[in-house]
């Protein structure tokens, strides 16, 4: 069994999701054909879901990792039906113990999904991080911790 965590942007354009989304399928492909596959996510609108779909439709099982109780409050209203199916076909749930989601929140989640996993996949442009517990933390820390990251950035990708 191999766990993959997921670490990336969210707001992708839609051709860059497209890009990404391809990607990642490869990626997944690829980790499939080694051992059975364990996606670990957060399930953010962006990197997180196309992860998590893609874990999914290659037959891997789901952990949904959950920075805060209320943490489907902050993600975006048009994304609570893509979020809500994702979570329902998660094989196991872990949720921090914050109460609303934060900076903090996000960096406990994020660790917390490098420590069980046995490499990261990060959607990153290769900038810093735009606060705590974004993605240049994330593969900092897996990097740090000795947790193999794969960068996927396609050409063509863009953000905002």
Known sequence: MTRIAITGHRGLQ???????DAALRAELRRQADV???????????????LFA?????????????????RYRERLPTDYHPTYDA??????????MDYDRPGREAYMAAS????????????????RPAAGRGGTADVVTHARDHGVPVTVIWPDGCQRD
């Open 111 to 126: 660790v917390h999904m490098v420590d069980v996993a046995d490499r990261l996949v990060a959607v990153w442009d290769g």
């Open 14 to 20: 839609e051709a860059t999701r497209s890009l990404v």
């Open 53 to 69: 779909q893609a874990v999914l439709d290659e037959g891997g099982s789901l952990v949904a990792v959950l920075p805060a109780q």
């Open 35 to 49: 051992a059975p596959l364990v996606g670990v996510s957060c399930l953010a609108d962006g990197a997180d879901a």
């Open 86 to 95: 994702l979570l329902q076909q998660a094989a196991e749930v872990v949720t």
